[in-house]
Structures are given as structure tokens and as C-alpha cells.
T-cell receptor
């Protein structure tokens, strides 16, 4: 069953703009991860945020986590055409849990 | 590092035929996962292994699906007999336990299976 649900399902922006994607989940988590998938390729890990963290940065990526609302957001600043891809959030349960449960993703299109 | 290697990249087969998908994880990784991706259901975990031992196969759809990991560098997912509803992209991923539950997954580029 799906744990995370991304919103929106699809997003189209101009190059240089910021892109924000949201993820909601249902049960308590140990950590939440974001992945990117280019067309015809496997998923690539972008960033991980632990349940006791509220915000994390990596280059042009900013992730927030609100465990009280069971939600996370991924912000990509100054988007580039190369950012065009699908973005997935994935959650991992309690200690010792190694399964990652993925949402259905947000399809981002960055128009040059 | 070559990353996770899956073969074949594409497989087209007729209903009722046996299909075998192959995966070589990243050397040194001790967890291996098989996922299936479809438009309708997204990414579904089928089974995962730790140190070549199956830990959780509750996601395997039915008895037609089986997975093995005979050694640390090779795993197979077999479908026998295949059905049109098995058409999907099948991904293999591996991870290293070292960081515990914080370990990211490293995915292969998948096998696109079409069953006619």
C-alpha cells in the first residue's frame, strides 16, 4: 500500500523558477527520503531527513518535515531544464525497519 | 562503481511463458530489494533480502512469482507463468546496512516487461 502521497501530481514551471512538491504520509516514520527518476531510468536518492529534524539543505534542494502534520516538502530553487523528472518521497518505519515505501510521485517539467 | 546492474533492459514475452529478471547489486551491499512500478500502483516492494536471505516477501503478488539470491552478487526474479497484468517495470535496488535505517537505496535502471 502507498504510504506517501505527493502533491501535485504534475508541475510545469519556467527555468529559473522555484518548484515545490509536497508529500503526506500516514504512519509514524523513522526517516523520509526524496528520490528523482528521469524518464526510462532508475530512481536516484536526493536527500534524507530524520524524524527529529525539521529542515535540511543540499545544494539547491531544501526539505522540510512536519511530523505533527505527517507531511514533507521538497523545494528546488532556481530550477533548470535538467531538473525535469519525477520526484518521489519515501518513508521508512521504526528502528530496524529497512523497507522503503514510495508515493506515486510528482512529475516536474522545467521549460527552458 | 558500476552501480546496480539489471538485465535484460526490455523483455517482451507471450502469456504463459517463463520470465527471469536478473540483478547484480553494488559490491559490498548487504540488502537487495525488488520493486515493481506501474502507472496505476506506483512503486511496490515485492521482496527484500539481507545477506542473501529473504526477509519479507509479503509483496510478492502470488505463487507465480519467486525470487532467489544464491550469492551476494546475484539475484533473480522469476515469473512462471507470466500474464499480461504482470507488464510493468521491475527495479532492483541495493543498500548498505552501515547507516542502519538511514541507508539510501541505489536503483538499477530496471527491466521493462511486456507480456502479450
Amino acid at each position: 500500500s502507498q504510504q506517501g502521497e505527493e502533491d501535485p501530481q504534475a508541475l510545469s514551471i519556467q527555468e529559473g523558477e522555484n518548484a515545490t512538491m509536497n508529500c503526506s504520509y500516514k504512519t509514524s516514520i523513522n526517516n523520509l527520503q526524496w528520490y528523482r527518476q528521469n524518464s526510462g531510468r532508475g530512481l536516484v536518492h536526493l536527500i534524507l531527513i530524520r524524524s527529529n529534524e525539521r529542515e535540511k539543505h543540499s545544494g539547491r534542494l531544501r526539505v522540510t518535515l512536519d511530523t505533527s502534520k505527517k507531511s514533507s516538502s521538497l523545494l528546488i530553487t532556481a530550477s533548470r531544464a535538467a531538473d525535469t523528472a519525477s520526484y518521489f518521497c519515501a518513508t521508512r518505519g521504526g528502528a530496524g525497519s529497512y523497507q522503503l515505501t514510495f508515493g506515486k510521485g510528482t512529475k516536474l517539467s522545467v521549460i527552458p | 562503481d558500476a552501480g546496480v546492474i539489471q538485465s535484460p533492459r526490455h523483455e517482451v514475452t507471450e502469456m504463459g511463458q517463463e520470465v527471469t529478471l536478473r540483478c547484480k547489486p553494488i559490491s559490498g551491499h548487504d540488502y537487495l530489494f525488488w520493486y515493481r512500478q506501474t502507472m496505476m500502483r506506483g512503486l511496490e516492494l515485492l521482496i527484500y533480502f539481507n545477506n542473501n536471505v529473504p526477509i519479507d516477501d509479503s509483496g510478492m503478488p502470488e505463487d507465480r512469482f519467486s525470487a532467489k539470491m544464491p550469492n551476494a552478487s546475484f539475484s533473480t526474479l522469476k515469473i512462471q507463468p507470466s500474464e499480461p497484468r504482470d507488464s510493468a517495470v521491475y527495479f532492483c535496488a541495493s543498500s548498505l546496512r552501515g547507516s542502519g535505517s538511514y541507508s539510501p537505496l541505489h536503483f538499477g535502471n530496471g527491466t521493462r516487461l511486456t507480456v502479450t
